[in-house]
């Protein structure tokens, strides 16, 4: 069993930056890939951005491509997301995500088995 918990949403003017963190409990946080998603109103949810459980493997979606960077610290049981550049168009909640599957990160929502309660961010234009 995985809790996550994300912070660090907020109201940040367009080209600003954010930091999201989502910090995860028990033991073996360190064995799941984890994700974040976006979902805006009246949208599907969307894949963000992946890391494998070792940290060696990421997946970006090309809308946050050269923008967005995702870090762990397994030592912390804790996701980063780093966003810099901010759009209106990444105005969302943000939720994260733990997958039980090997390898590099999947982009699929079915197959995360736990999330988080997401974490809203909004930029202005």
């Known amino acids: 069993q995985v809790q996550l918990v994300e912070s660090g949403g907020g109201l940040v003017q367009a080209g600003g930056s954010l930091r999201l963190s989502c910090a995860g409990s028990?033991?073996?946080?360190?064995?799941?890939?984890m994700a974040w998603f976006r979902q805006a109103p009246g949208k599907e949810r969307e894949f963000v951005v992946g890391?494998?459980?070792?940290?060696?493997?990421?997946s970006y979606a090309d809308s946050v491509k050269g923008r967005f960077t995702i870090s762990r610290d397994n030592a912390k049981n804790t996701v980063y997301l780093q966003m810099n550049s901010l759009k209106p168009e990444d105005t969302a909640v943000y939720y994260c995500?733990?997958?039980?599957?090997?390898?590099?990160?999947?982009?699929?929502?079915?197959?995360?088995?736990?999330w988080g309660q997401g974490t809203q961010v909004t930029v202005s234009s």
């Open positions: 995500a733990a997958s039980p599957i090997a390898g590099p990160p999947t982009r699929r929502h079915h197959d995360y088995n736990y």
């Open positions: 028990g033991r073996t946080f360190s064995s799941y890939a």
């Open positions: 890391i494998s459980w070792s940290g060696g493997s990421t």
